[in-house]
């Protein structure tokens, strides 16, 4: 188990003693075909099937409509919503209280009540009332809603005050007309947000899984023991351990970064050696963080544990992959400077979607590599004093 | 059939006491988090950072600018003087929006036509974009109608508001994100517990032979599995209370309706969530590879696939269907709706026994993975 082979690790040059630690890990890797497998059919499969389902898109929402006024201007409202590409008309009721079930349900989106007496209002210029009617409990999707909603009203109530107000064609009177343009992502596609997301997501747990969990098999198993009393020095051992890690790890960045571009269509506007040279150092933090777990838990499960609990899910939260950093207390926007993944996220997404350069990226490269270094130094440490 | 079943919980228990640190962990972190993601996570998108590009430099253009300014959802960074500006600033990350007002801006006012404001936002972020374009969008339309108000009232006429906008929010009339993502936490902590707890206990005692040590022993496959998962549901069950209680009283999220229907909700989950851990720890060989598997399948999913934090419904068909796979996507909507909206059985049961046609499967086929090795 220990050696790939009769040959006796600790004996030779400083590299060799190194190349041997490899050359068994990767026997041992290879012995355990499913774990190979895991680390290089779980990564595709995450990306292919999460790309698709990390999307904040709202493609069209669909309308229950009530209109106890059935003018001509009430239709000429309604028209506003429904010639936008935000809101389909689904269902029509003749009174506001039929609506409830298609909104409690969520067969309809959002409810309009259009109360009588509408064109009538609207021709006295008084105001006319508009109800709208949302489900609240995803209230990301219903605000977005509202927001739509509002501007359509918006827009209409101030077109029907200048043109029921004019008291001759001479009166000219302008209006500010909002343009909203979007750079980087113009389609405002999530997916091109959330893929490399996915992407940064699945490399941190695939690195930090194989590292922490087969150095604390080695403890279990007794067989780290058996390592300590070879004249392999400890840095030799960690090198050695980490670096077909790092070789997997960077296999399946290829094979992820390669389906978000060619299969998510995500555009690549940086430069690729780039991404490539600052995923090494992101690698760097994860290995050094699964480093790290080995060094404090004392099996398995609780190395699962900790991962799990002190490092993915708060990883997963705060380092602004779907939540926006800046909408966080600012007490946690803190602990966010501590998570590698929240620089590297800023890192792919910025070479990906506005081909960033190192100009840009700089400061966040600093980061990584402040926390690598820094997490492996401890660890290292922390390993040697066990050792000896 | 009891008397047979108790040793093993007790030994179950033995060890879950002897590795204290787990236990903490098993019962003090659900709380941790979700205090921690309470807080932290919103999609609100306020104090988005904006400059401001003025070519006009106007009373006029800076009457509309200070509106920005005082809007909490821009937070004004600096002004600049030209496109390339914005590109830099929106590419150092410093600004996600900005504000160009035309040359001619007040002279079109003053002439009594229309003018343009370009309002550029970095689309990196849909999501972020979209509500700042929306929020940008409706504060330049109402300056407009407050001006072409002004601009009647000086005729002397008198002005009304054409539409009366009334939005009622029903379930969440402050559209507070917290209500909405709390108690999809609950779920999402169980469902991570409960499979990485178990998916490690039978593989453990592979790796360590003494899974055949049980085997030879006259328990029946159910009891075994039966001990293994009880200790974990009551160390679940508690883990869901005290969730229960930090999110009344850290977030005032109070259960609508039934609380008899929602444990029954609770304990089905945990039971189906045991069951999938179980599973993997029958398929698997390896601890590292259980905890692999168990991550893919539980973390990943209950994440981004069960409608936690995206919504199913705008996921692809082929995802939508495949979403079914992930069993924490029912318990959110059982959770949600029992929680939020005070739903009895009557809406939900069509999510319940899919719960329990999942936590059957599971158990079912560890329970075969197990009798079959022993013969």
């Known amino acids: 188990m220990i050696a790939g082979g009769n040959r006796k690790i600790g004996e030779g040059s400083w590299w060799s003693v190194i190349f041997e630690i490899i050359r068994k890990e990767f026997y041992q890797i290879r012995q355990d075909r499913r774990m190979l497998g895991v680390s290089i059919a779980a990564p595709i499969l995450q990306v292919l099937l999460l790309g698709y389902a990390a999307t904040t898109d709202i493609k069209y929402s669909t309308l229950v409509v009530c209109d106890m006024d059935r003018s001509e201007q009430s239709r000429a409202f309604l028209k506003e919503f429904t010639n936008t590409s935000y809101f389909v008309q689904r269902y029509s009721v003749v009174l506001p209280d039929e609506m409830d079930p298609y909104i409690q349900d969520a067969k309809a989106n959002i409810g309009l009540v259009i109360p009588p007496g509408f064109g009538r209002h609207l021709l006295a210029r008084q105001s006319a009332q508009v109800q709208v009617v949302l489900d609240g409990t995803d209230a990301n999707t219903a605000n977005v809603l509202l927001n739509y909603a509002n501007q359509i009203v918006a827009t209409y109530s101030q077109s029907v005050l200048i043109r029921t107000m004019k008291t001759a064609p001479s009166v000219r009177v302008g209006r500010i007309i909002p343009e909203p343009r979007i750079w980087f992502n113009p389609d405002l596609l999530s997916q091109n947000f959330m893929v490399p997301g996915v992407v940064a997501l699945v490399l941190m747990i695939i690195t930090m899984t194989l590292t922490s969990l087969g150095i604390v098999k080695e403890k279990e198993l007794g067989t780290l023991e058996q390592l300590m009393v070879t004249p392999i020095k400890p840095y030799q051992l960690i090198l050695g351990k980490l670096l077909p890690f790092t070789i997997i790890g960077f296999a399946d960045m290829v094979i992820v970064l390669t389906i978000a571009h060619f299969w998510f269509q995500v555009p690549m506007l940086g430069s690729l050696p780039l991404l490539f040279a600052l995923s090494g150092l992101f690698i760097l933090t994860t290995l050094g963080l699964g480093l790290f777990i080995s060094t404090i838990a004392k099996s398995q499960q609780q190395a699962m544990l900790i991962a799990q ?80 | 059939m009891y008397r047979a079943l108790k ?64 809007s909490e959802y821009f937070r004004y960074v600096r002004d600049v003087d030209g496109y390339t500006d914005i590109e830099e600033d929106f590419l150092h990350g410093r600004a996600k929006a900005a504000v160009v007002i035309p040359v001619t801006f007040a002279h079109d006012l003053i002439s009594g036509r229309d003018t343009h404001v370009q309002i550029l936002v970095d689309g990196a972020d849909a999501n972020t974009a979209g509500q700042a374009v929306g929020n940008a969008t409706r504060l330049v339309l109402d300056y407009s109608t407050r001006m072409v108000a002004d ?134 060989d390896s601890q590292q590879v259980a905890f692999m598997i168990s991550v893919f399948s539980s973390l990943l999913p209950s994440f981004l696939l069960s409608g936690f934090v995206f919504p199913v419904s705008n996921m692809p068909v082929v995802l939508q269907v495949l979403s079914n796979l992930a069993v924490n996507k029912f318990f959110l909507i059982v959770v949600r709706s029992v929680m939020l909206k005070g739903a009895g059985l009557s809406a939900v049961w069509p999510q319940f026994v899919y719960m329990i046609i999942f936590a059957f499967a599971t158990l079912g086929i560890s329970m075969r993975r197990m009798s079959k090795r022993s013969v």
């Open chain 2, 7 to 70: 040793p093993i919980i007790i030994k179950e228990f033995r060890q879950i006491r002897r590795d204290p640190t787990s236990l903490g962990m098993l019962l003090l972190l659900p709380a941790a988090l979700i205090v921690l993601t309470g807080y932290a996570l919103n999609f609100d998108v306020k104090h988005v950072p904006m400059v401001i590009f003025d070519q006009n430099k106007s009373p006029e253009s800076r009457a509309l600018l200070e509106k920005f300014k005082h």
């Open chain 2, 151 to 284: 601009f009647f009232r000086r005729m002397g006429r008198e002005v009304y508001v054409p539409i009366d906008f009334r939005p009622r929010v029903w379930y969440n009339p402050d559209l507070v994100s917290s209500q909405y993502l709390v108690p999809g936490l609950i779920g999402f902590i169980l469902v991570l517990t409960a499979v990485i707890s178990t998916s490690l206990t039978v593989v453990r005692e592979k790796e360590r032979g003494t899974m055949e040590q049980i085997m030879v022993s006259p328990l029946r496959p159910v009891q075994v599995v039966l001990g293994k998962t009880i200790p974990y549901l009551l160390i679940s069950l508690v883990a869901a209370t005290v969730i229960l209680i930090l999110g009344y009283f850290l977030f005032g999220i109070q259960v609508k309706g039934s609380m008899l229907l929602l444990y029954a909700g609770i304990v089905t989950i945990i039971i189906g969530a045991l069951g999938q851990g179980l599973l993997i720890s029958t398929v698997t």
């Open chain 1, 309 to 388: 609990f002190f490092f993915f899910m708060p990883f997963l939260f705060l380092s602004g992959f779907t939540f926006p950093i800046a909408n966080m207390p600012v007490l946690i926007q803190y602990v966010s400077y501590v998570i590698p993944l929240r620089y590297f996220l800023e890192i792919v997404r910025g070479i990906f979607l506005k081909g960033a350069g190192l100009g840009e990226l700089w400061p966040q490269a600093a980061a990584l590599l402040l926390i690598g270094v820094s997490i492996i130094t401890l660890s290292v440490a922390r390993f040697r004093k066990r050792l000896e």
